[in-house]
């Protein structure tokens, strides 16, 4: 056994058997909210680096040693992968649910470094298998419908798809408390979905991908980080925390990377 099928042992052991508590959405099109300056304001100052360097280096470290040449980012207006991947050689394309998506990634389409088009999450508008790797990031968590953004992203990527989300098993248990944290910390804070881990594999192979590699990214929730803003502290609690394998138990957003099974 791997460390990953012990993870789904040990959440269904543990946890209750239930789907994730549903919200109300209020948007169709979450995409558009973190393709916003406002939403970018999260990510300004030396934490909110900190995490994107995180998930750039986890993303770029499953897609780098598969000789993938062509991605699809859905969802990606945030502009929060794009240097990376277009710094790596990959042929990039975004996909927004609406030309409000594009504004901050206008410099790169200015210069021809990646492509953008327009389309729906839940029917994307590209034929089968015809990218190397589709990934999607903070956007599963803030869809009612998220299975049918999982069967479009295995339906147009041609090997791998790399999708986030958080989970149950981790300090989300307090979700309740987290929530009213990350309200009075990110002021515009949207209601979102927490998954057992084992509910995404399963979808995933109903579309014909496999489970192979996930990076629990942050043993304590991001709120937290932010609220303390204080990067060597952070850095050092999540270092610690990873050593002593927390992490890798109860971390969360999980970055997850699926193969289509041959």
């Not at 780098?64 to 042929?91: C, E, R, S, W, Y």
């Not at 057992?196 to 594999?201: F, G, K, L």
Request: with cysteine.
């Amino acid at each position: 056994f791997t460390e990953l099928h012990f993870s789904l042992i040990f959440e269904k052991s543990l946890f209750i058997k239930t789907s994730p508590v549903k919200t109300d959405y209020s948007i169709t099109t979450p995409d558009i909210e973190t393709s916003s300056e406002e939403y970018a304001l999260r990510f300004k100052g030396a934490v909110g680096e900190w995490f994107l360097k995180v998930q750039e280096e986890a993303v770029l470290s499953m897609l780098t040693k598969k000789n993938h040449a062509t991605v699809l980012d859905v969802g990606g207006g945030h502009g929060q992968m794009l240097p990376g991947l277009i710094n790596h050689n990959f042929q990039v394309t975004v996909l927004g649910s609406s030309t409000e998506c594009k504004k901050r990634i206008q410099p790169y389409l200015d210069r021809r470094q990646m492509q953008f088009q327009t389309g729906d999450l839940m029917q994307l508008p590209f034929s089968d298998q015809l990218f190397d790797a589709a990934i999607s990031l903070r956007l599963l968590t803030h869809l009612e419908k998220w299975t049918l953004l999982v069967k479009e992203l295995c339906r147009v990527s041609k090997k791998t798809v790399i999708v986030d989300f958080p989970v149950w098993k981790s300090l989300n248990i307090f979700s309740d408390f987290l929530f009213s944290l990350k309200k009075n910390v990110e002021k515009n804070t949207r209601t979102y979905t927490l998954f057992y881990e084992s509910e995404i594999v399963k979808e995933f192979k109903l579309n014909g991908y496999t489970p192979c590699r996930k990076i629990p990214q942050f043993f304590l929730p991001m709120a937290l980080h932010r609220m303390m803003n204080h990067k060597p502290f952070s850095l050092g609690m999540e270092t610690f925390f990873r050593m002593i394998k927390l992490t890798s138990w109860f971390g969360s957003p999980l970055l997850y990377e699926f193969e289509r099974i041959k």
